[in-house]
Structure formats: C-alpha cells, structure tokens
C-alpha cells in the first residue's frame, strides 16, 4: 500500500522546484506506479493548476507540457498528420484508453523505463525537454541525467526535422508490455532506428556508414543487422536475448520497407 503525508497544489514551478528539494516529496503525475509502491513518502506536489496539459505548435516545433496524457498525443490530430501516425502507434497498445487517459508523457518520459514505448518514439524523433532548474536540452543527454537529480519536467519539445517515421513493437498478447520496441526515422539527423523494451531503455542506432545511401533491399538488410549488432539485449520473462535480437532484425526492416513504400508513392503522386 502506497502512503504519502501531505498534498499540495503547487501554484507555481518555483515553489513546486522548492517542494521537490526534499527527498522525501515527489511530484504527482499519472500515479500508475507510483501507487504500485509499497512505502510511505512525504509531500504530493501536483502541477494541475500550472497549464503544463497543452500541445502547442508552430512553424519549428511541437511544445507537449508534461501533463498531457498518452491519450492526447494518441487522438492529436497535428501531431499524428506530422507522424504519418507513429505517435498513435506508439500508444495505442499501452493497456486500453482508461489507462492512457491518466498516464502523462512527463511521467513516462521521467521515468526512464525501459519498456516505454513513449521513449522510444520520441528519441526516435530527436526531441528535446524542457526542465525548470536545467532548460532546454537534447532527450538524448537527460536520460543520462543521474537519477538523484530532483529537477521538474515542464514540457517535451519535436523539432519539425523528421522527414519519415515509423513506429512497430512486438508484444506477446495484445496491451502487454512490449517484447522489443522500434522506430525508424528519417530525416536532418540521418536515419536512425531506435530500439527499447530490450528489456533496457530504448536507445539509438544511427546509419553512421550511410548504409542507407541507396536503400537497396540489400542495403536494409544490411543496415537491420548493423542496428542489431549495435544493441545491448537481455533476457527476461517475457523473451530471450537471442529472441529479442531476432525481433529487431524484423522490425527495422519491416519499417525501412514501410518508408522506401511511402516515399515512392509520394514520388508518383
């Protein structure tokens, strides 16, 4: 049973920053596996009233504050046209809706986990957040952030430079958690595949040999060995090592093959 001994709603991110300084205090998000815990923590620091459930966009980026929830971004009709419809992909089998309505991006991204569908996409699309006390910065570098750091995930930020997108996973049963996670993408940063739920955190493979020069069966053949030979895999109870590194392989060429079909139609089009 989960415990906490005090609630407040912060009516600022300064003293909600303040708050968080304690050990003992945490910031309330979706509450999924918080509640899971078995312990007793201080004070609840919920963000409801600071306007961090917004999805903003202009002509360079999205701007997702940290309490939307897996729903929004599943049923965000600008985020979904940009993604050729990754970001509902990505989601669409964490649970079922009620689940999703409550799970934040903030709390999935803060998370760190390695089954997240959630980082997987958005690595994959080379976003950015936003923290109150450490600004702007690149996902890639905050989840090497040492996890004893107590800063306030304000919002998630997807530079409009993705050309292509696509987003797969294989799970044993339909809303399980995810046996392997990937996405593929294209666009100012290269190619790149990224590959979670290994069971560790999803990570990126960029096509630093320019495999993908000429996408050529070949060729992504070649590159999908290249993204597997680059990935750690463990074993758990939901696959082995050996299963998940057949996956993969699978995965990055079904979602090469996927965009090579979509850039042509748009050729002819």
Request: hydrophobic share 40%; net charge negative; proline share 2%.
């Amino acid at each position: 049973m989960f415990y906490y001994n005090q609630y407040i709603r912060a009516k600022s991110l300064e003293e909600a920053y303040e708050l968080y300084q304690k050990r003992q205090n945490f910031i309330v998000g979706g509450m999924l596996w918080t509640k899971m815990k078995n312990t007793t923590l201080g004070t609840a620091i919920d963000l409801c009233e600071l306007g961090l459930d917004g999805i903003e966009e202009n002509e360079n980026e999205f701007r997702i504050g940290a309490y939307v929830s897996l729903r929004d971004i599943e049923t965000n009709e600008s985020l979904n046209k940009y993604t050729d419809n990754a970001f509902a992909n990505s989601v669409k089998d964490i649970v079922g809706v009620q689940f999703r309505n409550v799970a934040t991006v903030g709390g999935s991204i803060w998370g760190r986990y390695g089954f997240s569908d959630v980082m997987t996409i958005f690595r994959a699309l080379g976003a950015k957040v936003e923290l109150f006390h450490e600004g702007i910065m690149e996902l890639d570098d905050f989840v090497k952030l040492p996890r004893t750091v107590r800063d306030i995930l304000v919002s998630v930020i997807v530079p409009k430079e993705t050309e292509k997108v696509v987003y797969l996973s294989q799970r044993n049963q339909s809303t399980d958690f995810p046996v392997l996670t990937c996405a593929v993408s294209k666009g100012k940063r290269g190619t790149m595949a990224v590959i979670g739920a290994t069971p560790y955190m999803a990570e990126p493979v960029y096509d630093s040999e320019n495999i993908l020069s000429v996408t050529t069966d070949e060729n992504i053949e070649r590159f999908a060995d290249y993204v597997a030979k680059n990935i750690r895999f463990g074993s758990n109870m939901r696959a082995s090592a050996e299963y998940r590194k057949i996956i993969c392989n699978v995965l990055v060429k079904r979602a090469l093959k996927t965009i090579v079909s979509e850039n042509e139609k748009e050729e002819i089009c």
